[in-house]
């Protein structure tokens, strides 16, 4: 198996079938194009010829994992073409040093996207997601942009909704994979696709976990081997905030499963909330929405761990 790193390379396929046929049974390379229009021009060549076909789109920014594997094996299962785009986009770092010291092991993330069957590899450059006549939109996301994890970090959900929409309009995907992680960037996701013509479907897949239980981020890799181990505790806070929800209120589940935290060496609470889950308002009480989600970032080792579960499930 091999990649094909030309910019374009089109396939003319008769009709649906031949296409699921040549795709499944005579896969012999994941394509990568690094220009927009050759990615747009040639997800259009494949809808022409074949109008029934499905792409699913995973936009992500390198250094992937079995977390980003979740995404795309979840694209395959249900598109008939699978694109996953790697692009660190500046425009949601506050920080330059963050930005430049992102990890992009781009020969490893290669290789994991071939092993698990993805279709198209998207390498652009910056030129090509924000051509000089792009000006930088603002998007009305209703306050949440700037609440939980956007209340430390101003700009950065515009910065998330502008790469999206440009990503959209590019590859123009019928469904878009995110990580359930990600919890806000799925929810800001969501309000993006109801402000836009023609958006994708957004399709949320579950956390993927190490074995500990830790959710699987890039960032791990910050960790030292005992720290990563350790740091099964986030998760173990959350378990047992949802079983303590059986015998407790909210407040008091809150109040010992931070207490939890804080009891671990080296751990600091970054936010620890209870939310809802459409608008992201803080919550005391169950009662008080129709679904709701536990978010939190937990400083350890000085790397940001990112986690959440859902306490009251969407009906």
Do not use: W
Not at 39 to 63: C, E, Q, W
Not at 231 to 237: G, L
Not at 256 to 266: D, R, V, Y
């Amino acid at each position: 198996m091999f990649y094909n790193c030309k910019d374009t390379a089109v396939f003319s396929y008769n009709n649906h079938a031949a296409l699921l046929y040549f795709k499944y049974f005579f896969r012999i390379y994941m394509h990568i194009i690094k220009a927009s229009d050759d990615l747009s021009n040639y997800l259009n060549s494949i809808r022409t010829d074949n109008p029934k076909v499905t792409i699913g789109f995973v936009p992500t920014m390198g250094a992937l994992h079995a977390g980003h594997a979740s995404l795309v094996e979840a694209s395959i299962t249900k598109s008939d073409i699978t694109v996953c785009s790697i692009f660190v986009n500046p425009t949601q770092f506050g920080e330059m040093a963050d930005l430049e010291k992102y990890p992009k092991p781009i020969e490893k993330d290669i290789d994991l996207l071939i092993k698990h069957g993805c279709d198209v590899l998207f390498l652009p450059k910056y030129e090509d997601v924000y051509p000089k006549e792009y000006v930088q939109q603002e998007f009305d996301l209703m306050g949440i942009d700037h609440k939980i994890e956007g209340a430390s970090r101003p700009g950065h959900f515009q910065g998330v909704c502008n790469v999206l929409y440009r990503f959209f309009k590019i590859v123009a995907p019928d469904e878009a994979y995110f990580g359930q992680k990600d919890f806000q960037q799925t929810v800001v996701a969501n309000r993006l696709a109801a402000l836009i013509d023609s958006p994708p479907k957004i399709v949320i897949v579950p956390i993927k976990r190490e074995l500990s239980g830790l959710a699987m981020s890039s960032r791990n890799i910050r960790l030292s081997d005992k720290g990563r181990n350790n740091a099964a505790f986030i998760y173990k806070a959350l378990t047992d905030l949802v079983s303590d929800l059986n015998e407790m209120s909210l407040v008091d589940a809150l109040k010992k499963a931070k207490q939890f935290i804080e009891a671990q060496k080296g751990a600091r609470i970054d936010y620890f909330v209870a939310v809802d889950i459409e608008t992201l308002e803080e919550i005391t009480s169950l009662d008080e929405c129709d679904s709701a989600a536990l978010l939190t970032v937990i400083e350890y080792e000085g790397v940001r761990l990112l986690d959440n579960i859902i306490l009251k499930p969407r009906e």
